[in-house]
């Protein structure tokens, strides 16, 4: 007992100098915080302009009365957002599999896959709602959807299965052939090694990047304001012309923050463990 | 002496304008196991995933139990769940424990129930010395460990071949002793194989008969003690004297 309790003077040493840069670190990094958070509010609070700014932008009054309303129309963001994000995983995975397939039977799907990625990846989002939001029902087709909410979301869809595709088909092609190779020697065939071996991988690997787009989906949501939804977005700007006061754009932002900030944490958490390439 | 278990027959493969392969003929009996020396480069990987069906050859034919195996219209995934593979990189998915490694294969392509198949992975893990270890992924094994779950993976669908692709040239020298027990111990149950390697005293030990690849061709075969002994071609000499200066045999 007495021999293990002994610790060396050196010891003892090295970990007191390790104590003494760990205090030292947390001084630095507390004072250079103070220097650069203060700094920007004094710029910011000196500034000419402030107190007109604080009236519009931050108005506790208005901000207190609008934010009722816009957290209503937070509701239908949310509801877009999950049910595209469930069609855009699905779709896009469909994508991903047609265009890492090898059988010649699948070129012409092959070729309309890059054809999808190419011109819906290419277009801007913005411009997809419009043309989706107001092109589609212009046609007059019976049978097709006039909801401008099922239309923001198809366009939203469109867009954001093209990018989720680009993400899966990158996992696909980062798992080892050696993979591929082992799960055809036990017996299986190409489909049951996609499935069983190959896509449980790239799954895993893409989680963070398909987080990612996560984030960037639930902001764009507030694209289909455009064609008139009464969504967040929408609401506050509705809010804000009648009082002359930005002041709920502000709360519409915290909304947003208030999903996308945990999405991110759950990102970053993602991106420390598992996901190993070999 | 029984009806071959495989047959290669004039096989040439190339890879792009590199020929790999350039009429290679191998006739392993049952119960037999041929071991394919030569060096890196000169084709062994190459045979062993042709005949897997994991590459098509260019010509020649391929016959297991008499059948060609290499004809267009055979079913490759038929072919491939009456032979077994083992790879140098063991290739054991990195997702699953060693128990579902081991029964992926008998699950999903014989359609055996789970309870039964897990049953039957147990034993085959115990056999290969991996008792405790059926819940382990990969990673927490060791390079040894990993290729005698893949060994028992290969072995797992009872193949009527098993094809041995330097399994132990990746591994640390303290390491492939264990791994060389498992194939002696499937040699001694009569278990058919094409061992690749580059174990000179194993394929001495092991090995009905040595093949000597170089470029593309089999220079030689016959049994261990001539191949090794006393080589004919140069060829031949040349490769294990090499050998022998750098203490591998």
Redesign the interface.
């Known amino acids: 007992m007495t021999e293990t309790a002994v610790i060396s003077d050196r010891r003892l040493a090295r970990e007191a100098a390790k104590r003494r840069q760990a205090r030292r670190g947390q001084a630095v990094a507390a004072v250079s915080t103070i220097i650069v958070l203060g700094g920007l509010a004094a710029v910011v609070l000196t500034s000419p302009g402030w107190p007109a700014v604080r009236e519009t932008f931050f108005s506790w009054s208005v901000f207190k009365e609008s934010f009722p309303e816009v957290l209503s129309g937070f509701w239908l963001d949310v509801k877009i957002f999950m049910i595209v994000e469930v069609v855009v995983l699905a779709v896009a995975l469909a994508i991903a599999l047609v265009r890492t397939s090898r059988g010649p039977a699948l070129f012409p799907l092959r070729m309309l896959g890059t054809v999808y990625v190419d011109l819906f990846r290419g277009v801007p989002t913005i411009l997809l709602v419009y043309l989706v939001g107001f092109g589609v029902p212009a046609l007059q087709l019976t049978g097709l959807p006039t909801d401008p909410v099922v239309l923001g979301g198809i366009a939203l869809a469109l867009s954001y299965s093209a990018y989720v595709a680009e993400v899966y088909k990158a996992g696909i092609r980062s798992v080892h052939r050696g993979q591929r190779d082992a799960a055809l020697a036990v017996g299986l065939t190409e489909g049951q090694a996609m499935r069983h071996v190959i896509l449980p991988q790239a799954v895993r690997r893409v989680a963070p990047p398909l987080l990612n787009d996560f984030v960037a989906l639930q902001k764009d949501v507030a694209l289909i304001s455009i064609l008139g939804p009464q969504e967040a977005f929408r609401i506050a700007q509705i809010v804000q012309g009648e009082n002359f006061n930005y002041t709920p754009l502000i709360a519409a932002a915290l909304l947003y923050l208030a999903v996308t900030v945990p999405l991110a944490r759950v990102v970053d958490r993602m991106g420390g463990g598992g996901g190993e390439v070999r | 002496m029984s009806a071959p278990v495989l047959e290669v027959r004039g096989v040439t493969k190339a890879f792009g304008s590199r020929e790999v392969l350039r009429g290679v003929d191998l006739t392993v009996s049952e119960h037999e196991a041929v071991a394919l020396i030569g060096a890196s480069g000169s084709g062994k990987s190459t045979l062993l ?1 042709c005949i ?1 069906l ?1 590459e098509e050859i260019d010509d020649g034919d391929i016959h297991l139990d008499g059948e060609v195996i290499t004809d267009p219209s055979v079913q ?2 038929e072919v ?2 009456r ?3 083992v ?1 140098q ?1 063991y ?5 699953l424990t060693a128990l579902q490694n081991v029964v ?2 008998e699950r ?2 014989h359609g055996i129930s789970r309870g039964e198949a897990e049953e039957r992975g147990r034993m085959l893990l115990a056999r290969f010395g991996l008792e405790g270890r059926e819940h382990d992924r990969p ?1 927490n094994l060791s390079g040894g460990q990993q290729q005698r779950v893949a060994i028992a ?2 072995f ?2 009872r193949p009527r071949a098993l094809l041995l692709d330097e399994v132990t040239s990746a591994l640390d020298p303290e390491l492939v002793g264990e791994v060389l027990a498992a194939v002696r111990d499937l040699k001694v149950e009569g278990m058919t194989m094409v061992i690749a390697t580059h174990e000179m005293s194993f394929a001495r030990e092991v090995a009905d008969e040595v093949a000597f690849l170089h470029d593309g061709r089999i220079l030689e075969q016959g049994p261990p003690e001539r191949v090794l002994g006393s080589p004919e071609s140069p060829e031949a000499k040349r490769f294990l004297s090499r050998l022998l200066d750098a203490g591998r045999i």
């Open positions: 995933r897997d994991l490759p995934v491939r769940r032979l077994g593979l790879f990189a290739n054991l998915f990195p997702h992926l294969g999903r392509v990673d993976r290969a797992s669908g």
